[in-house]
């Protein structure tokens, strides 16, 4: 049986292990995918050693970069983003070969091109960790003009203090690559003036659990268009599959 799994911490709010194993039963797939949860990206080694029948790896928060240094290989596209959320892991001999992918920004650009109209050509991307990379780069290959939002003073990032009503205005897509809002912390949202938004923005969440954070809530309330991030990560879980079998290259 073949092993599959996601590395990452922590864990406990993926739905990764679910769909996989789903799919796996419903297509007789033999194989099974696992839950790795590790303190540090140095235990890869381990989980590498103690499961020599893993084929690959989802990677998620808050691996995506730090994982790009213990990889052989790593598609152009992922090299360009500077984060990696797939990786295949080929036996050759007695030598495990590891080669990154990133699947996030397959998922992503699928999931909000539909909701982009004409009037939307700039965007807030709230968060500045590897997912917001592969936000970036898809937003820009859908035409977008993007800028960082952090809480610190960081080169190419504005600051939350400093996001007026205008600038929602003008920057009217908003995606929330933080884990402000993800369950058990459902309370939470990033702080930004949603008095000001209207039925020309758009509210993109890459939390799916719970289904409406209360960012998108605060949204919705403003007319605002609000997406969570499940169909994300479908999209990106089928091209996951597509990675570890060399479908895709």
Request: charged share 25%; glycine share 8%; proline share 5%.
């Amino acid at each position: 049986m073949d092993k599959y799994g996601l590395i990452g911490y922590p864990l406990g709010h993926s739905f990764s292990i679910s769909y996989h194993n789903q799919r796996f039963a419903d297509e007789g797939i033999n194989a099974k995918y696992f839950n790795f949860e590790i303190p540090t990206i140095d235990d890869l080694a381990e989980v590498l050693n103690s499961n020599p029948d893993l084929k690959g790896l989802n990677v998620t928060i808050p691996y995506k970069e730090k994982v790009m240094e213990f990889l052989d290989y790593i598609s152009p596209e992922a090299r360009a983003i500077g984060a990696v959320n797939v990786i295949r892991i080929l036996h050759e001999g007695k030598k495990t070969i590891l080669k990154g992918y990133n699947s996030d920004v397959i998922g992503f650009t699928q999931s909000i091109e539909p909701l982009l109209e004409n009037y939307h050509s700039k965007a807030l991307i709230l968060g500045t960790g590897g997912a917001s990379k592969a936000i970036a780069y898809g937003l820009k290959s859908l035409g977008l003009e993007s800028v960082f939002v952090s809480r610190y003073q960081r080169p190419d990032t504005i600051q939350y203090e400093n996001i007026t009503p205008d600038v929602v205005k003008e920057y009217n897509v908003i995606v929330n690559c933080t884990p402000l809002g993800m369950y058990p912390k459902t309370d939470e949202c990033p702080d930004l003036p949603y008095e000001a938004l209207d039925e020309h923005n758009i509210l993109y969440d890459l939390i799916y659990n719970p289904d409406e954070t209360l960012f998108m809530k605060k949204g919705a309330e403003r007319g605002a268009t609000v997406k969570n991030g499940l169909e994300m990560l479908l999209l990106q879980a089928f091209a996951s599959w597509e990675f570890w079998t060399g479908r895709e290259k």
